[in-house]
């Protein structure tokens, strides 16, 4: 006769009413939303569909949208790696201020995030002053949607990277030293290879993040069409016009955008986890 099996507890009893609740949530929160937009797209019909997203505007404004997203994520990918190791490899005073410091973006509403890098970086700001001094102008460029896409969106990577770096085994580091490597090929040999999936996962995440900024980018921006204004803008534009159908067919290009690389975020992560399991 064999032993019978002794289940441990759950911590959270009910799980039939958990999963009911939070799948609840879930479609009120967010399926229905997205759903409801993709079918206020499809009614549109591809031939108004596609005019609509091959307007001149409409495309002036996604490239403008996409290319800041780069610019920002670009930036970001690399000062949020320099960030994550200082924070991780690295005791100085105020190490706790400045690590609390990097979720401020995440607190801090948008629209106060916008109003205050514009006073900042106006001609007569604290930063702007300088900079207008020497010739090069941020506020209502497209240095400034870059600005305040980077601000929004910087702590995705840090916090990305940041807990993979802390669980790094430093001895492979030591043993790597021993050897004779030198200190960028054990970065890029031990480190990097680490860090690897974490990096790219929170810089797509950040681009994601980027391309449907609106609050921080609208002040700072001008919002001039065919220079600075972004496809969220135009969104929110069209929907002041009462062109309903325009403003859907620009949503659902950023929502397909961002769907698509939230998609790809969680394949790297994927497959960074099957390449870690230890095998059979």
């Not at 939070?22 to 929160?29: E, G, S």
């Not at 995705?156 to 085994?169: G, M, N």
């Not at 030591?174 to 290879?193: E, H, K």
């Amino acid at each position: 006769m064999s032993a019978g099996v002794i289940r441990p507890k759950r911590v959270l009893p009910g799980f039939s009413l958990s999963l009911g609740t939070t799948l609840l949530f879930v479609a009120l929160i967010i399926l229905i939303p997205v759903i409801a937009l993709v079918l206020k797209g499809a009614e549109i019909g591809p031939a108004r569909f596609w005019a609509i997203i091959s307007a001149p505007r409409t495309l002036a404004a996604l490239r403008v949208t996409v290319a800041a997203a780069f610019a920002a994520t670009l930036f970001n990918a690399f000062y949020g790696l320099l960030m994550a190791w200082v924070l991780t490899r690295y005791d100085f005073p105020g190490k706790r201020i400045l690590d609390a410091l990097m979720d401020v973006p995440f607190a801090l509403p948008t629209a106060v995030a916008g109003i205050s890098l514009t006073a900042l970086y106006s001609a007569n700001g604290w930063f702007g002053a300088p900079l207008a001094g020497l010739g090069i102008e941020v506020v209502y460029t497209l240095g400034g949607v870059i600005l305040a896409m980077t601000f929004t969106s910087i702590p995705f990577v840090v916090r990305a990277i940041q807990p993979v770096l802390e669980d790094l085994d430093p001895t492979l580091e030591q043993a790597a030293m021993t050897l004779g490597a030198r200190p960028f090929a054990i970065f890029r040999r031990v480190v990097l290879p680490a860090i690897w999936p974490a990096w790219l996962s929170g810089s797509t995440i950040a681009f994601a993040r980027s391309l449907g900024e609106f609050g921080a980018v609208v002040f700072i921006a001008g919002n001039l069409p065919f220079k600075t204004e972004i496809a969220a803008l135009l969104a929110y534009i069209r929907l002041e016009e009462y062109d309903y159908q325009g403003a859907a067919a620009i949503a659902l290009v950023l929502l397909v955008l961002a769907l698509v690389l939230l998609a790809f975020s969680n394949w790297i992560q994927f497959r960074a986890t099957r390449h870690l399991e230890p095998a059979a």
